[in-house]
């Protein structure tokens, strides 16, 4: 489960997250939409621990995790994928997804995840993360990176963002798999959709 209790945060003077309460009870799956600017990517990046807020308290598992690192929420469980998905240069797609899972992973394996976010395991486990990926392709694999952990509870900020129309309704079947099958918490935060709401 994570909580959050009045959580605040400015940015240049400016209220980015006012008073913020939000509970989240395991097996999960909750979508978050809002317009630009609206403060999802900061809501997401503060549980991770990326930034800090400047006032309130985090629980995750019952345990306060308000002044935990960003290393230390991970090994917790909480995983995290970003909007914009980071280049590696020199590392292949199957060194991100093995060092993702945390333990030793056959290609046979990284490729039955790569398959499953839409990629033909063939002709990507063996790449490099590089500038030859396009952006959609790059989402993607991150994806599967964060599939491969297989975290208490992850986030999602934007996985839509710079892939096709597959992307929208696979992704959720994507992501109802990975509640299904692991049985824990999973948070998505869309794009601003105004019309949009999933929540099961």
């Given at each position: 489960m994570l909580?959050?209790?009045d959580i605040c945060f400015t940015r240049d003077n400016k209220k980015i997250l006012n008073h913020i309460n939000l509970k989240i009870d395991t097996d999960k799956?909750?979508?978050?939409?809002g317009p630009n600017g609206s403060g999802k990517s900061t809501l997401a990046k503060i549980i991770m621990g990326i930034e800090k807020p400047d006032k309130g308290q985090i629980l995750f598992d019952n345990k306060d995790i308000?002044?935990?690192?960003?290393?230390?929420?991970a090994k917790a469980g909480i995983g995290f994928a970003f909007q914009q998905?980071?280049?590696f240069k020199g590392?292949?797609?199957?060194?991100?997804?093995?060092?993702?899972a945390g333990k030793d992973m056959t290609k046979m394996e990284a490729c039955?995840?790569?398959?499953?976010?839409?990629?033909?395991?063939?002709e990507y486990v063996d790449r490099e993360i590089n500038a030859s990926l396009s952006g959609g392709e790059l989402k993607r694999i991150e994806i599967a990176?964060?599939?491969?952990?297989?975290?208490k509870l992850t986030i999602f900020d934007e996985p839509e963002a710079g892939i096709d129309l597959w992307s929208f309704s696979n992704l959720i079947q994507i992501f109802e798999a990975m509640r299904k099958i692991i049985k824990r918490n999973y948070i998505d935060y869309f794009s601003p959709r105004k019309n949009f709401k999933y929540c099961r």
């Open positions: 909580e959050l209790k799956f909750v979508v978050i939409t308000t002044n935990l690192s960003v290393d230390e929420r998905p980071i280049r590392i292949t797609v199957y060194d991100i997804i093995r060092l993702s039955d995840i790569l398959s499953k976010v839409g990629l033909c395991a063939k990176s964060v599939v491969a952990r297989n975290s």
